[in-house]
């Protein structure tokens, strides 16, 4: 099984700008997302279709080509991050954790000035 996705808004990291919030029960502090990333993940699940019925749980690999609108150096490890919470918030994976995202082979970050965007292929391993 092969799905592919295309998320067509310029690809956002999750750790930049984040929040340094306090818990109002407990009054310890935490980190949060920042609101142009909580943005971002709300407007990329419009892309993330279809849907399975259930969400995905068991070994895939994840490649993700990340097209930047600029050349600016980005950290793929903190994209990579991003494009997997989403697709745990979109319900297309059921966690982002080892067992289900296996691999993450051919994910790169290139260059479209005219069309950044995120390409996401998920692969089912059938490996034991």
Same mark, same amino acid.
């Given at each position: 099984?092969? *799905?592919?996705?295309?998320?067509?808004? #310029?690809? /956002?990291? &999750?750790?930049?700008?984040? *929040?340094?919030?306090?818990? @109002?029960?407990?009054?310890? #502090?935490?980190?949060?997302?920042?609101?142009?990333?909580?943005?971002? +993940?709300? *407007?990329?699940?419009?892309?993330?279709?279809?849907?399975? &019925?259930?969400?995905?749980? =068991?070994?895939?690999?994840?490649?993700?080509?990340?097209?930047?609108?600029?050349?600016?150096?980005?950290?793929?490890? %903190?994209?990579? +991050?991003?494009? @997997?919470?989403?697709?745990?918030?979109?319900?297309?994976?059921?966690?982002?954790?080892?067992?289900?995202?296996?691999?993450?082979? =051919?994910?790169?970050?290139?260059?479209?000035?005219? %069309?950044?965007?995120?390409? /996401? /292929?998920? *692969? +089912?391993?059938? +490996?034991?």
């Amino acid at each position: 099984m092969i *799905q592919k996705y295309i998320i067509s808004l #310029p690809p /956002i990291t &999750k750790k930049n700008s984040q *929040q340094i919030l306090t818990n @109002h029960r407990t009054g310890k #502090p935490f980190i949060a997302p920042s609101s142009a990333y909580k943005r971002y +993940e709300e *407007q990329a699940i419009y892309f993330l279709t279809p849907k399975p &019925k259930t969400p995905l749980a =068991g070994r895939y690999c994840v490649t993700a080509v990340f097209y930047m609108p600029t050349r600016r150096s980005v950290d793929l490890t %903190n994209l990579l +991050e991003a494009a @997997h919470d989403t697709l745990v918030a979109a319900k297309i994976l059921a966690d982002d954790n080892n067992t289900i995202i296996a691999s993450v082979d =051919g994910s790169r970050v290139l260059y479209d000035k005219e %069309n950044p965007r995120t390409e /996401i /292929i998920i *692969q +089912e391993l059938n +490996e034991p």
